[in-house]
Structure formats: structure tokens, C-alpha cells
């Protein structure tokens, strides 16, 4: 398996500008996670699905936020409108359902975001 | 609520030292634990896990012991390379839940 996939792996943008970004997770992973790293706030999590289905978005920051899982090997995260505090790397993981608590996640290469 | 608190860093060592990170944790009831290493430009990869007081995870000579009484989970190695030059996370996962919670990450430098 290649992994979780996502693109790009670099985007710089204007604010205002609409931003999405990809991820396939690994094939038969039930869980998906969209986490946000900064040198300030560390490693955060927006938002996961289960089954494509989002159970937790207490950790995405405002409306200007929002994701999407269409399916079980595509989610996106748009940032609309951008602004230059969106900066960040945006990592995306997988993970399979292994027993309660038994989280081994798989991380992508991350997606990181300049908004200039 | 659930929180994972690290030492702070950079850390810097020579090859072949010692190396401990410290991690202690803030949970209700028995979460799973973990270290996760990030290495420059890179996604985090999982380096070991514990899920139940007294275990002890280990992999690429690395080791971590959940102790329940002291909330830690510190990471450990004998002899560290140059190749060990990287982010550590530690993190923790809520009895039942699948979210992992991360502790701001140590930056770990081996000098030759």
C-alpha cells in the first residue's frame, strides 16, 4: 500500500483565496483524521470521520473551516476564505479499528500552507 | 479533560549517550499511549505503544513503561545515533476512543 496520499505538498495562496486539500487514506482504514501543526499551538486535531461519517469537529477552529468525506478513499479540507494565520502544515491520517483505544495512526506527508 | 504534557526542548546530545524524554499524562480511566516520531519533512510514524499499566513498548532500541501511579510515560534509549535526530510526540488515547491527544513534540539533535 502507498500510504496515505495527499496533495499538494505545498500551496502558497493570497488570502481570501479558497484553499482544499486532499487525502486518500490506506485502503480498509476505518478512521480518518485532519490534524494542523504550527510551531505555536503544536499538534492539533480538527475533525475525524469513522466509517466517512464525522464524529468530532471541536477542533475546527471556525465556519471558515470545513471537510468532507464522500467516500472511503477521498476527504478534502477547505479553507474558505483563507487568511495568513491558516498557515500551517496540514497532515492527514489514517487508522484501522483494532480494539477500543488501540489507535495506531498513519500519517501522511502533510500539506503545508503558506497564505500570503 | 485529557492532556499530555512533554519536556521541553531542543535536546541536544552526542552519539552514544543516554537519552530520556519525559511524558506524563492527565486522563480519566486507562488510556492507550503512545510515541510517535517525526522526522524532517515528514509525517509522524508510530515508534511504539502501551495499552494498559506496566507495559512497556519498545522498538529500534527505544523503550517507554506506562506507569499508572506516576501518570509517565517516558522515552528511553541506551545509546542514541545520529539517525535518531528528529520530533518526538508523545500522545495518549481516551479509554474508547480513537482520537489521539499529542504533547507539543521534542526536538531531539544527535551530534556526531
Known amino acids: 500500500d502507498a500510504g496515505v496520499i495527499q496533495s499538494p505538498r505545498h500551496e502558497v495562496t493570497e488570502m481570501g483565496q479558497e484553499v482544499t486539500l486532499r487525502c486518500k487514506p490506506i485502503?480498509?482504514?476505518?478512521?480518518l483524521f485532519w490534524y494542523r501543526q504550527t510551531m505555536m499551538r503544536g499538534l492539533e486535531l480538527l475533525i475525524y470521520?469513522?466509517?466517512?461519517?464525522?464524529?468530532?469537529d471541536s477542533g475546527m477552529p471556525e465556519d471558515r473551516f470545513s471537510a468532507k468525506m464522500p467516500n472511503a478513499s477521498f476527504s478534502t479540507l477547505k479553507i474558505q476564505p483563507s487568511e495568513p494565520r491558516d498557515s500551517a502544515v496540514y497532515f492527514c491520517?489514517?487508522?484501522?479499528?483494532?480494539?477500543?483505544?488501540?489507535?495506531?495512526?498513519?500519517f501522511g506527508q502533510g500539506t503545508r500552507l503558506t497564505v500570503v | 479533560g485529557n492532556s499530555v504534557t512533554q519536556m521541553e526542548g531542543p535536546v541536544t546530545l552526542s552519539e552514544e549517550a543516554f537519552l530520556t524524554i519525559n511524558c506524563t499524562y492527565t486522563?480519566?480511566?486507562?488510556?492507550?499511549l503512545f510515541w510517535y516520531v517525526q522526522y524532517p519533512g515528514e509525517g509522524l510514524q508510530l515508534l511504539l505503544k502501551?495499552?494498559?499499566?506496566?507495559d512497556k513498548g519498545s522498538n529500534k532500541g527505544f523503550e517507554a513503561t506506562y506507569r499508572k501511579e506516576t501518570t509517565s510515560f517516558h522515552l528511553e534509549k541506551g545509546s542514541v545515533q545520529v539517525s535518531d535526530s528528529a520530533v518526538y510526540f508523545c500522545?495518549?488515547?481516551?479509554?474508547?476512543?480513537?482520537?489521539?491527544?499529542f504533547g507539543q513534540g521534542t526536538r531531539l539533535t544527535i551530534n556526531p
Open positions: 491520517a489514517s487508522s484501522p479499528w483494532t480494539g477500543p483505544g488501540n489507535t495506531e495512526a498513519f
Open positions: 486522563a480519566t480511566g486507562y488510556p492507550s
Open positions: 502501551a495499552t494498559k499499566a506496566d
Open positions: 470521520f469513522n466509517n466517512n461519517v464525522p464524529i468530532d
Open positions: 500522545a495518549l488515547s481516551r479509554q474508547g476512543a480513537q482520537k489521539l491527544v
Open positions: 485502503s480498509g482504514h476505518d478512521y
